[in-house]
């Protein structure tokens, strides 16, 4: 299966559990590698064939500012539901992290990896 990779998308929103979390946007950064077949879209040339970065970056970016979640988890599994959902995409692994939300950290996440069934 070919890979499409989507590194340090940087978005500002709501999520945690303390009080200060649930009123403070954050930074979230998410990393995406999309499973796709890409043959077709390497033969012809043809942007219709391929997954579109751009859209996918704009759908991730819109969700993660708005979603509101307490946990990295429910993010990371709201954003790997929205992108399997794009045509053409057959799997996705997601790494969402809180860059300095844990002292001692760079930051803390999670990665999760879905197929479509």
Known sequence: MDQIIIKDILARGIIGINDTERVNPQDILINLII?????????????????????????????????????????????ASLVLAIPLVKGVRVRVEKPGAVRFAGSVGVEIERWKT
């Open 35 to 79: 499973s796709t077949d890409i043959t077709k879209a390497g033969e012809t040339d043809d942007i219709e064939c391929c997954v579109n970065y751009k859209t996918v970056i704009k759908k991730v970016l819109d969700l993660a500012e708005t979603a509101n979640r307490l946990t990295v988890e429910a993010l990371a599994s709201d954003i």
